[in-house]
């Protein structure tokens, strides 16, 4: 199975070994990351909770619009030198993970030592900490909105019979991530799947999602409460796991079915407000209720709300379950709503791109 990862096993032919060996690799992944986790919180049952709200995380993440077309811009320009870049969405994904993995382990330990060693700023540690988290996650959902408005005006243009223009849609959405804005331009480097690796550790600097930040809050909050650090490392390892699964079989798909309708114009305006408002959800609901439970412990406040939204803050894994039922129940209304209004029988004006 180590010829996956032989940056000279690129060839024009279809790479069905190749495939095999991939996904033999990526679901004995998954399966031993979740045996890890039951070991790991069988005495504490409310922390799958948490362990499933950290592999959706992954999950979610792999399908940002940065990933999408990171592997997507290095996937089309390898294929047109005559490869079969099967491996650029897992290589990218393990580039990314290894940030997420570094970041987590120095996070945790930091919760620890600061607990352990100056218990009495643990508190303020708690306040600055929870507000920070806040903060950055109200900022993501407000910087989505705004693109998420963008995409909307441009779906409406089309629908209406406008031209599209897919470059103009392709600089709105790279506003979505900093490093994504910056790194972009080394796509034209990359020459093998295998150079994904460095470029997805790059674009995990950047650490401008939801998904990410609630993955670290994830570690620093159970840190903070005693939780062992290898049994920590399991919510950054279901991380990658869900990640490198989708960013894998994105890329795998791109190859074997390239110029399918996915790429369609309406289908990929669709699939972008569809994936723009459901960060916007997350972030707005994880930070929302980190803030709300900030303000409630430090102004001491009490009644129904306050108390579910203390509830919520002390028992995350109850969240995980929230949102792993508000990516579903999103995914569901988008499709209902896309079939039943027969976006796919639009016909798009294609036009040429205004976009500097």
Same mark, same amino acid.
């Given at each position: ?208 999602? =939801?998904?990410?930040?609630?993955l670290l809050g994830i570690s620093a909050t159970e840190a903070s409460k005693g939780l ?18 989708? $960013? ?42 980190? =803030? ?51 976006? $796919? ?12």
């Amino acid at each position: 199975m180590s010829s996956i990862f032989l940056p000279n096993s690129e060839s024009a032919s279809a790479p069905k070994g190749k495939i095999l060996g991939m996904y033999a690799f990526l679901i004995s992944l998954n399966i031993g990351v979740w045996i890890w986790a039951l070991v790991a919180f069988h005495a504490y049952p409310v922390l799958i909770g948490t362990a499933f709200l950290a592999y959706s995380f992954g999950l979610r993440h792999a399908v940002d619009a940065d990933h999408i077309a990171a592997i997507d811009n290095v996937t089309r320009k390898l294929m047109q030198q005559g490869q079969r870049p099967v491996g650029v969405g897992l290589f990218f994904s393990l580039g990314h993970s290894t940030i997420v993995f570094a970041l987590s382990i120095v996070i945790a330990l930091t919760s620890v030592a600061i607990k352990e060693r100056f218990s009495s700023f643990e508190a303020i540690g708690g306040v600055i900490g929870t507000s920070i988290s806040a903060f950055f996650l109200l900022a993501i959902a407000a910087a989505n909105t705004i693109i998420l408005v963008s995409v909307y005006r441009t779906f409406r243009i089309v629908k209406a019979g406008g031209a599209y223009e897919e470059m103009d849609l392709d600089l709105i959405l790279s506003k979505r991530g900093f490093f994504g804005r910056i790194f972009r331009h080394l796509f034209r480097l990359i020459e093998k799947s295998w150079q994904m690796y460095l470029l997805g550790f790059l674009f995990g600097l950047g650490f401008d999602t =939801a998904t990410e930040v609630g993955l670290l809050g994830i570690s620093a909050t159970e840190a903070s409460k005693g939780l062992p650090i290898w049994s920590i490392m399991v919510f950054p390892a279901l991380f990658t796991a869900g990640m490198a699964l989708v $960013d894998s079989t994105d890329s795998i798909l791109m190859v074997q079915a390239y110029g399918w309708a996915f790429v369609k114009p309406v289908r990929k305006l669709y699939y972008n407000m569809t994936i723009t408002f459901v960060s916007v959800v997350v972030a707005v609901l994880i930070g929302g209720i980190e =803030a709300l439970g900030l303000i409630g412990d430090q102004f001491k406040l009490q009644g129904v709300l306050w108390d579910a939204v203390n509830a919520l803050n002390d028992n995350f894994g109850v969240l995980g379950f929230i949102i792993i039922g508000v990516f579903v129940v999103s995914w569901i209304i988008s499709i209902l709503i896309y079939r039943l209004n027969r976006y $796919d029988e639009i016909e798009v004006n294609v036009g040429p791109s205004t976009a500097a």
